[in-house]
């Protein structure tokens, strides 16, 4: 049985190869390992605490958090919008990009995410 960790980066990279196929320029979280009690601990943090991939587009850059949603899984909207209220709704000064907060929702067996622009 997959871990929690490895299902979440199974569907990350599903996303972000989504992205790269709609052309955007991606950046994943990456893990880095600490050791505790002399054992390596592998540690993840969103980017921002609050996304999962940095997209960068022609005309936009999305902050995209991915999750899976198993069938005794829940997704808090509310904790996700908490979390992507620290980046705040600005416009580049270097042309009119825009800035897009996306969650992709996947299911087991989906082959496309439930997208939703905060």
Same mark, same amino acid.
């Not at 599903?14 to 190869?17: D, E, G, P, T």
């Not at 940095?54 to 991915?66: K, N, P, S, T, Y």
């Given at each position: 049985?997959?871990?929690?960790?490895?299902?979440?980066?199974?569907?990350?990279n599903?996303?972000?190869?989504l992205l790269q196929k709609m052309n955007y320029v991606c950046e994943k979280t990456s893990s880095k390992v600490v050791w505790i009690?002399?054992?390596p601990i592998s540690l993840h943090a969103d980017l921002m605490?609050?996304?999962?991939?940095?997209? @960068?587009?022609?005309?936009?850059?999305?902050?995209?958090? %991915? #999750?899976f949603k198993g069938e005794n899984t829940? !997704?808090?909207m509310?904790? @996700?919008e908490a979390k992507f209220?620290?980046?705040?709704? %600005? #416009?580049?000064?270097?042309?009119q990009m825009i !800035?897009?907060?996306i969650v992709h929702i996947w299911r087991k067996g989906d082959r496309m995410p439930e997208v939703i622009l905060l």
């Open positions: 049985m997959k871990s929690s960790r490895q299902i979440g980066v199974y569907y990350e599903r996303s972000l190869k009690h002399g054992k605490g609050c996304a999962d991939i940095l997209a @960068i587009g022609e005309h936009d850059v999305a902050f995209v958090q %991915v #999750k829940s !997704i808090s509310k904790n @996700i209220d620290k980046i705040p709704n %600005v #416009k580049c000064t270097c042309g !800035i897009r907060k």
